[in-house]
């Protein structure tokens, strides 16, 4: 398929970005991205099973328009899937946002002989690296653990 003629919309509910702003000025700067600030999504509209476009709603002005689209990518905000964890230890261990909390030199958690590695941690980057990294200080840390539980 060829995509070199399309336009992505990015529409986003603030007025502002949070991300890096040397990014966020190539995207302002971009002829093929039109970002519509302010604004959600109130609709999907398909015929024939496909998806034909979305209404969107600014929510400043409540002004309503109809976007053609043929494809759309959502993604609004992470949820740590930390539900796994009992109330309890949830209560013990997680943050105020469901991460879990780590000594980020060791990957240790609040409770002995639990470690815990990558996004859902509360290491402030989340990025393939930074877990795969976690993931070998854990290794090497649980390691440690376990020959100090032995002697
Ligand atoms: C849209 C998007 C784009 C991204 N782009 C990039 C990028 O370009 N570069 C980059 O470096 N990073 C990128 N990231 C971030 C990167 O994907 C993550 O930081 C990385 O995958 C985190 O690895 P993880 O192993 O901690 O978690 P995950 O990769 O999320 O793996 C967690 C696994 O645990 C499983 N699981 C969940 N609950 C349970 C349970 N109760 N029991 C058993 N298994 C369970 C899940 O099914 C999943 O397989 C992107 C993330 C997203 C969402």
Request: some cysteine.
């Amino acid at each position: 398929m060829n995509y070199t003629d399309k336009i992505v919309h990015l529409i986003h509910w603030k007025s502002e970005f949070e991300g890096d702003i040397l990014f966020l000025s190539r995207l302002e700067k971009s002829e093929r991205v039109k970002i519509h600030r302010n604004c959600q999504i109130i609709s999907f509209s398909g015929e024939d099973k496909k998806l034909v476009g979305v209404k969107i709603r600014n929510r400043l002005t409540k002004a309503v328009s109809f976007l053609p689209l043929d494809i759309v990518f959502i993604y609004i905000g992470m949820i740590p899937q930390t539900n796994f964890l009992s109330e309890d230890l949830r209560d013990k261990l997680v943050d105020d946002w469901g991460y879990i909390k780590v000594d980020f030199q060791t990957s240790k958690t609040l409770m002995k002989g639990l470690f815990a590695v990558g996004d859902v941690t509360n290491f402030p980057e989340r990025q393939l690296t930074t877990a795969a990294a976690s993931g070998t200080i854990a290794a090497t840390s649980v390691l440690s653990f376990l020959d100090e539980s032995r002697s």
